[in-house]
């Protein structure tokens, strides 16, 4: 059964609407934007990890990315992630695990897609446009574990949005060379039909090694931008803000 909300955004993505509906509309991504700005204002600076909702903790992959993001967290980043099972469980017990930070950005969809209990904080999103702007907007790096339609969608999202300087040269990883193996393939073959640029299989880091990928992110990131590991912006009491 449909959501009122995955109902309203079936309906706006039909097409023109009445111009009072399409208004309505518009304050309700407005709002959805501003619950998620004041959610994640504080998370410090993140990785977001992209994968599957579908892989059960006893997978290798879960196993993987819990180590993964245990290793990243250590660095001082907080880990980001969608904030439902699987390989988003998996990111954010990893974090936990060795006292970092782990958020997540929630999708509320008809089959209920429920917050992992491994989150020190999350909202939860109706829109997926919302929810997939937010993983990119406070993340500093990007990991890309196996998935499906969704996780691809949120590494060429990515990808497109650092080719197109919309955003800076964030490092991306894409780990399990493996899984990714057709993908890969098919990422030289757009170079090399020139549908891409001839660099731009540079603006990723494929590995299986976790010593590598933590690597790879500290030197593109914490020196790069300037990290520090306290927190930059402070809570305002009067607009009801908490860390």
Request: positive net charge.
């Amino acid at each position: 059964m449909k959501t009122n909300e995955v109902k309203q955004e079936i309906q706006f993505l039909e097409g023109p609407q009445s111009r009072w509906k399409e208004f309505k509309f518009a304050l309700k991504v407005l709002f959805e934007f501003v619950r998620g700005f004041r959610a994640l204002h504080f998370t410090g600076p993140c990785v977001t990890i992209f994968g599957s909702a579908r892989f059960a903790p006893e997978h290798p992959y879960y196993k993987t990315t819990e180590q993964l993001a245990a290793a990243i967290a250590k660095t001082g980043f907080t880990i980001m992630t969608g904030g439902g099972p699987g390989i988003m469980e998996a990111a954010n017990k990893g974090a936990k695990s060795v006292g970092g930070r782990s958020v997540g950005c929630n999708i509320v969809l008809p089959h209920e897609q429920n917050p992992n209990p491994y989150l020190d904080k999350w909202v939860n999103m109706k829109f997926f446009f919302v929810r997939k702007t937010l993983l990119i907007k406070y993340s500093y790096a990007f990991v890309v574990m196996p998935g499906g339609f969704g996780t691809l969608d949120e590494f060429f999202e990515s990808l497109t949005l650092i080719q197109t300087k919309k955003i800076d040269a964030f490092p991306v990883v894409i780990f399990d060379k493996a899984f990714h193996k057709e993908i890969l393939e098919y990422i030289e073959h757009m170079k090399q039909k020139g549908t891409i640029s001839p660099e731009d299989d540079k603006l990723f880091l494929v590995t299986d090694s976790i010593e590598e990928a933590v690597e790879y992110i500290k030197q593109n990131t914490i020196s790069r931008f300037n990290l520090r590991p306290e927190k930059p912006y402070r809570p305002f009491k009067w607009l009801f803000e908490k860390k």
